[in-house]
């Protein structure tokens, strides 16, 4: 009866291991530079990585990743997945992901943000996201 508390256990384990390591990929291509965390990225090709935690990260073509600060869950009503950018000026600053994981995400503003937002209104510029993987 042991052996078999055992072997139980462990498929239980397992199947929690895998439930939370599942992780959701999307294509996206990004036609102009922005701003994530506080990094500034090219526009460009990139792989967008959301796994169950809400940890996102961003690959580049080159294969650099880059990891986002940890996002706020937030209500999504649309059916296709969308980045959505602040643009402030000629300045866009990624504000959410939406539609992903039956709802979506979002970041709060960074310091660079804030203080673009002090002299300008934001405007809102949706970039569709290509199928997860």
Do not use: C
């Not at 869950?73 to 969308?82: D, I, Q, T, Y």
């Amino acid at each position: 009866m042991t052996h078999f508390t055992f072997l139980a256990a462990a498929a239980v384990l397992g199947t929690i291991t895998l439930a939370q390591a599942q992780t959701a990929t999307y294509n996206v291509k990004v036609p102009f530079a922005f701003s994530a965390g506080s990094e500034t990225l090219p526009a460009g090709q990139y792989r967008l990585s959301i796994d169950e935690t809400r940890h996102v990260t961003l690959a580049d073509p080159d294969g650099g990743l880059r990891y986002l600060p940890l996002a706020i869950p937030a209500h999504s009503s649309g059916k296709a997945p969308v980045l959505v950018f602040n643009l402030y000026g000629d300045s866009y600053f990624l504000h959410a992901v939406k539609n992903v994981r039956g709802g979506g995400l979002t970041w709060l503003p960074s310091e660079r943000e804030k203080e673009f937002a002090k002299s300008a209104a934001a405007r809102s510029v949706p970039v569709p996201v290509g199928g997860a993987e």
